[in-house]
């Protein structure tokens, strides 16, 4: 397949799309939990709603009448109706409260019913470790005897306990048990460095931490006692230090960590007898807190609550995906992004889940396909960098794996590029629903994303997800499509924050996502909605937009057309500031056998001529010798980069050259969380950054 036609995306301009025959149609759109959806509504409301489109404009034009409707129809279990849907009469930006009156928990309605139940629940996987299958049953026994343990620790509801520690089956245990009592969980992955965990967890002062001795990536062991024993020692709040060994039977040397114990033995302090029972608590009761990325300081602790996070994420798993007891979910990510919540959030719809730590391209590229087809998968998550890596390596899994159980593949942390769509299709499997999908850990959910009821177009993102008022603004109140712009929310949602951590007053809540536009919720990303398909694309992050001469557009444009060409293994665009102006600048990571030239050079600020248009060409354009910097979810790291370079550049004017390089450095906070640190260091040494 071809590109289609992509005309300057400038905000406020109209730009062309040339529509495509979709990639993928829905085999039997009428089966779909989408579609039953719209006829309970139908039956229940006395309307005749007859396509999504309908569904999605009646659903953020009635919110209170439709996520009353997302409660029923989901079977949510509460042990007090609520009294209203909503606090109608305050603004957006007042946080309004949700179902005032009911009382539920979370862990009751992933797992209630279930103690006799012989259905899988986790799988549990990964380097050094053998597949461990945990039934729904085991599970509910498991998360009983953790309560027990947790509560004799004096672990009680609004307490932290916090994780520090690889995605196994113990952690969903610890997590669910904390959500049983009523304590907020928070968990960060074993490659962030102490600083960066102390960042965070330091802030919420949590009352119990679990963790492990050592981890297993890309083929290498990996002691974790040392970086244990520093985020102990700085965390005073701790009254017990819990390790899952990773070796059974033999635990590493733990007599640096203080007030420690083992798993084993954790669970072994419960009453035997003990019931498992699920302290009732309100709908905006705290289940999570989840961290900004703190490029620009600390970061911020976003309070998640329990009604809002179930109610959302069994709308998008069962309505929109069609997950249910049938199915098996897999997702590629670590405990510190929220994609772990989303993961564990199936198992409230009855959805067997797959933990999997490791590499995902360890002994061989295949490791993963090779699970789908021993576990069953019927629906696979993983990031767009991963889908590029297995073209890059040239794997091609549709020719070596059955894949028969697979029906969806989900991708996010950046955009899936055009030509990742057609290598799914040619390479994976033809009759999947792939979803681009795109959401954040301020609502540790979706904005935009799948729906099994709808057609997938190349490059596009599904749809605007049911209930969520997202438009494209060029200005206040000013929403468009078919036009490039701000991400927008314009009417309240479930899963809103309740609030963030010391925020004394609501002001950082406010500043992050309310002073942009007044009483509406500001995502910082740049999209465009489709006018002819309702699908969305994902320009990039608005605070990463590219803005030279007061003209604005998203580095995903640019790396969609880096990406078509052999010579370059990967790209960064960022904006440099100079002065009150900027200037937009590329740097290529060159495939093996290519060398950085005038004449790649040349060809790419054509094409950009070309099929954008000559205000996108890059002012500089350099070499990235030692790699695209990234986190360890896969995104690329493009604000870090241009404060870096930025903050080179102004003080190279100021003060000199020499100032500039021994004074302006990396933020240590930045640092400890990229998979690849030192990658920063290559912008010291090009001094096309410095004049």
Known sequence: ?????NDAVVAGVATKRKTEEPLWKPQTPLATNTHKFREFINTKRGLALVSYEELYTWSVEHIELFWSDVWEYTRTKSSSDYTHTLESDKAMDEIPRWFVGASLNYAENALDGMAGSQRTALYSLGEGRSLVTTTFADLHNQVRLCVSAMRRAGVAAGDRVAGYIPNIAETVVAFLAAASIG????STSTD??????????????PKILISTDATCYNGKPHSHVEKLAVVSRGLPSLQRVIVVPFNDGSPADLSSVPNVCLWGDFLASADANARLEFEQLPFDHPLLILFSSGTTGKPKCIVHGAGGILLQHRKELQITQDLGPDDVLFYYTTTGWMMWNWLVGALTVGTAIVLYEGSPLTPEPGVLWTMVDQLGITAFGTSAKYIQSLEDVGYWPGEKHSLETLKAIYTTASPLKPDSFDFVYN???SNVCLSSITGGTDICSLFCGANTSLPVYRGEIQTRGLGMAVE????????????????VCVKPFPCMPVYFWNDNGGKRYHSAYFERYPHVWYQGDFIFINDTTGGVEMLGRSDGTLNPAGVRFGSAELYNIVDTYPEVADSLVVAQRQGADERVVMFLQMA?????STDIVGKIRTQIRTRLSPRHVPALVLPATTGVPYTPNGKKVEIAVKALISELYRVAQEEGVDVALRTVKA?????STLA??????????MPELLK
Request: proline share 3%.
């Open 183 to 186: 304590a907020i969980w928070s």
């Open 192 to 205: 962030f460095g102490t600083t960066a965990v102390l960042d965070r967890f330091a802030q919420i002062r």
């Open 667 to 671: 933020d240590e906070k930045t640092t």
């Open 592 to 596: 093996d056998g290519y060398q950085f």
């Open 676 to 685: 690849n640190p030192k990658s920063l260091l290559q912008f010291y040494n």
């Open 472 to 487: 494209c603004w060029v200005g206040p109140n000013q929403s468009v499509l078919g036009q490039s712009g701000d991400m």
């Open 427 to 429: 390479h994976i499997k």
């Open 1 to 5: 397949m071809t590109h289609g036609s």
